[in-house]
T-cell receptor
Framework: GAVVSQHPSRVICKSGTSVKIECRSL??????MFWYRQFPKQSLMLMAT?????????EQGVEKDKFLINHASLTLSTLTVTSAHPEDSSFYIC????????????FGEGSWLTVV | QKEVEQDPGPLSVPEGAIVSLNCTYS??????FMWYRQYSRKGPELLMY????GNKEDGRFTAQVDKSSKYISLFIRDSQPSDSATYLC????????????FGTGTRLKVLA
């Protein structure tokens, strides 16, 4: 299957700083990428949908200025958590879709963010 | 009504049992169905996908879709302790803007 790589897998940052998480499609061009947040033992919560070259579409309740999403190329999307707060500590997962492979989406390995 | 409903479990079965995992959905506009397996602290891994009503088999896994009832299932035969994970169903609307909806996930534990 297709490979989506996410980096870093684990990051610890101080309150007030910003942290960037990268999501790369390694063997296909991802026209659409999705960012999710997942709390322990809970389901995926879609944060935003990003299409290459355009602004991300954020889900209701997700702060655009806090969670900056950039999808500058067909293989890379980034999520930047700005002015991180301990409440932002969570598991962040990206997924990607390539039209040529049908409608299937493939997930990255996830990134654990801990804000101290 | 949620667009997709999935029993969160947990579901505990003995090794070798046949496991049945199920989801229901409410909108017939969703025409593409996927099952993912997620181990603790990992990203979801695609197991199977299908467009059609009926069964699709891959090794020990069978995905079943009944569009008339808006019901999808994943069967795992000869379950193993390594199958212990959370299983997520996902539905996709393929007309207009793509939209993916995930179930809450069912936690499965296969006991050795």
């Amino acid at each position: 299957g297709a490979v989506v790589s996410q980096h870093p897998s684990r990051v610890i940052c101080k309150s007030g700083t910003s942290v960037k998480i990268e999501c790369r499609s390694l063997d296909f061009q991802a026209t659409t990428m999705f960012w999710y947040r997942q709390f322990p033992k809970q389901s995926l919560m879609l944060m935003a949908t990003s299409n290459e070259g355009s602004k991300a579409t954020y889900e209701q309740g997700v702060e655009k200025d806090k969670f900056l999403i950039n999808h500058a190329s067909l293989t890379l999307s980034t999520l930047t958590v700005t002015s991180a707060h301990p409440e932002d500590s969570s598991f962040y997962i990206c997924s990607a879709n390539e039209g040529g492979r049908g409608n299937t989406i493939y997930f990255g390995e996830g990134s654990w963010l801990t804000v101290v | 009504q949620k667009e997709v409903e999935q029993d969160p479990g947990p579901l505990s079965v003995p090794e070798g049992a046949i496991v049945s995992l199920n989801c229901t959905y409410s909108n017939s506009a969703f025409q593409y169905f996927m099952w993912y397996r997620q181990y603790s602290r990992k990203g979801p891994e695609l197991l199977m996908y299908t467009y059609s009503s009926g069964n699709k088999e891959d090794g020990r896994f069978t995905a079943q879709v009944d569009k008339s009832s808006k019901y999808i299932s994943l069967f795992i035969r000869d379950s193993q302790p390594s199958d212990s994970a959370t299983y997520l169903c996902a539905i996709c609307r393929t007309s207009g803007t793509y939209k993916y909806i995930f179930g809450t996930g069912t936690r499965l534990k296969v006991l050795a």
